[in-house]
T-cell receptor, first 113, second 115 residues
Framework: DGGITQSPKYLFRKEGQNVTLSCEQN?????MYWYRQDPGQGLRLIYY???????QKGDIAEGYSVSREKKESFPLTVTSAQKNPTAFYLC????????????FGDGTRLSIL | AQTVTQSQPEMSVQEAETVTLSCTYD???????LFWYKQPPSRQMILVIR??????QNATENRFSVNFQKAAKSFSLKISDSQLGDTAMYFC????????????FGKGTHLIIQP
């Protein structure tokens, strides 16, 4: 079955450490997205990518980095510059085209040790 | 910048009742899409329904329908014959493309269906 796989499901970060969240999709979607969800909040856009080797900052990109070397993969790195990284992170993808619905993975919960 | 407002943090209804969740939005774009997503306790985001701003006809998906009032910038979700499995967070979202290509979400409404 086609879908979006995020790993790991739970991740713990030590102070000063960078961590990378994985997102893989086999839907043959061109666009991929990373969102952050905090308690009592909606999702906020971190980064998005419409094509391979190109990505754009979203509303809260500071302290995060991404790469898009393959169409299927869009990993997110939470750097030590992100001072409040504890949150639920969701990856999404969509077909090319205006207004195409985004399909989401199951998320990664990141916590600080 | 687009904003999405959901004014009902939590709602509770009895099973089989009809419930309406409110959403208002603000945008300067002429063409856009609006979405409702459901997030059950598993936390997966599931698309419920999508509406294109240029279409006057309200979208429907089985027991789910919307009341789209473009002039009022209102996009409410109606759930008919509610079921226990409808218990979830519901998020309204806006998409207009352009410089920010992701979705803009509201803060959500926690819907509880009571047996």
């Amino acid at each position: 079955d086609g879908g979006i796989t995020q790993s790991p499901k739970y991740l713990f970060r030590k102070e000063g450490q960078n961590v990378t969240l994985s997102c893989e999709q086999n839907l043959n979607h061109d666009a991929m997205y990373w969102y952050r969800q905090d308690p009592g909040q909606g999702l906020r856009l971190i980064y998005y990518s419409q094509i391979v080797n190109d990505f754009q900052k979203g509303d809260i990109a500071e302290g995060y980095s991404v790469s898009r070397e393959k169409k299927e993969s869009f990993p997110l790195t939470v750097t030590s510059a992100q001072k409040n990284p504890t949150a639920f992170y969701l990856c999404a993808s969509s077909k090319e085209g205006f207004g195409q619905p985004q399909h989401f993975g199951d998320g990664t919960r990141l916590s600080i040790l | 910048a687009q904003t999405v407002t959901q004014s009902q943090p939590e709602m509770s209804v009895q099973e089989a009742e009809t419930v309406t969740l409110s959403c208002t939005y603000d945008t300067s774009e002429s063409n856009y899409y609006l979405f409702w997503y459901k997030q059950p306790p598993s936390r997966q985001m599931i698309l419920v329904i999508r509406q294109e701003a240029y279409k006057q006809q309200n979208a429907t998906e089985n027991r789910f329908s919307v009341n789209f009032q473009k002039a009022a910038k209102s996009f409410s979700l109606k759930i008919s014959d509610s079921q226990l499995g409808d218990t979830a967070m519901y998020f309204c979202a806006h998409y207009s493309g352009g410089g920010a290509d992701g979705l803009t979400f509201g803060k959500g409404t926690h819907l509880i269906i009571q047996p």
